[in-house]
């Protein structure tokens, strides 16, 4: 498998900067077999069975764009720079690391004011990111962020347009529940309440499980034999009732449908031991790329993704090659709507 294979065209006007609204508004293909049908995801419900369980990923994005200044004493006087700094994952001994721009501009020991209340200083540099320590800690750091930070929009979007306002609560699902995330379950961001009620007065259950989505989501793949590609890690947990749930509703025969990728990834990770759904609680660096064996997922509702990514390969693997050729030229001839904020599929092998 080359990574060409899973290249397509896609017209940069299809790429949502700004999502639906109200959520459930948006698009949905939907395809079943070999057939493709255009609905609204309001409409998830028709395509879906009493019996049948969504599997939600309960993660909660942070603000974790900040944007500060560093201050030096220089023979010339005080001198600033204005510092931008991306947080990725919590490390051990309460540091952060996190993307820096520009990282030649902050020396260890410095300190970046990024609000009244909030600021860093550079411990260390490890493999190109900034190593931070905060001045505050658990909800005091917690609120202060929340203040200062914008959200880590996807660089598509970013590249268009700055965070703003509206993204704090565009970019988070309903149900955002753990912190730690600094990329959304976008799938997941098409569910409002009415959508929340209508399935489950129509039988379909729910369960949440939690994978922190990191940056290395937005990572190229960057070698030619997609087979070699080291995917990056990120911690997930599924619990012991939601390993019960999913094993029930295999056993009853209903389907189990993860909502994003993320979901999948982490549902999918937790039955590879046994072969079977278990508890699990981890780092996966599950690589899901045609040729993979599912032993959970029956379906999926997932996002229209970029072209040679690592999530083009998932849903390759999961429709089939030549399948998900046709399903993206379809979308892309009906003009669907890109990306995190754009309209959403779903696809039954």
């Known amino acids: 498998m080359k990574l060409s294979d899973f290249d397509f065209d896609l017209p940069e006007a299809l790429i949502a ?23 609204v995801v309001s409409d998830l419900g028709n395509w879906l069975r009493p019996g049948d369980r969504l599997v939600l990923n309960d993660t909660k994005v942070i603000p974790a764009r900040l944007f500060g200044t560093r201050s030096r004493q220089s023979a010339q006087g005080l001198t600033q720079a204005q510092i931008e700094v991306t947080l990725l994952e919590p490390h051990a001994g309460g540091l952060w690391a996190a993307l820096v721009k520009p990282l030649k ?18 411990e260390a540099r490890e493999d190109g990111q900034g190593l931070f320590r905060f001045n505050l800690t658990g909800e005091d750091f917690d609120a202060a962020l929340a203040e200062a ?5 996807p660089p598509y979007i970013a590249a268009k347009r700055a965070a703003d306002a509206r993204d704090k609560q565009d970019y988070q699902t309903v149900w955002a529940k753990h912190s730690g995330a600094v990329a959304a379950p976008t799938a997941s961001l098409h569910f409002d309440a009415p959508l929340l009620a209508a399935l489950r007065e129509r039988g379909v259950a729910f369960t949440h499980v939690t994978l922190h989505v990191g940056a290395g989501t937005f990572l190229p793949v960057k070698v030619d034999d997609v087979t070699t ?4 890690g990120e911690w997930g947990e599924v619990s012991a009732a939601a390993a019960a749930e999913i094993a029930a509703t295999k056993a009853a025969g209903g389907r189990v449908i993860p909502v994003g990728t993320t979901a999948l990834r982490l549902i999918e990770t937790a039955a590879r031991e046994t072969g079977a759904i ?7 660096e ?3 790329y045609p040729g993979f064996e599912f032993r959970v997922t029956d379906a999926l509702m997932t996002n229209f993704h970029l072209p040679k990514s690592t999530l083009m390969m998932l849903v390759s693997a999961l429709m089939g090659q030549e399948r998900i050729k046709r399903i993206y030229a379809h979308a892309v001839a009906e003009r669907y709507r890109f ?3 754009g309209d959403s599929s779903l696809l039954v092998p």
């Open 339 to 341: 990306f995190s904020y």
């Open 105 to 122: 501009k902050l020396r260890e020991g410095e300190t970046v004011v990024f609000s009244d209340a909030l600021s860093a200083t550079l």
């Open 229 to 232: 590609h080291k995917m990056h």
């Open 149 to 153: 930070g914008a959200m880590p929009l």
């Open 17 to 39: 900067t700004r999502p639906a609204q109200p959520r459930s508004s948006a698009r949905l293909l939907v395809a079943e077999g070999e057939r493709i049908t255009d609905a």
């Open 278 to 284: 278990a508890p699990w609680t981890g780092v996966t």
């Open 286 to 288: 599950i690589f899901i």
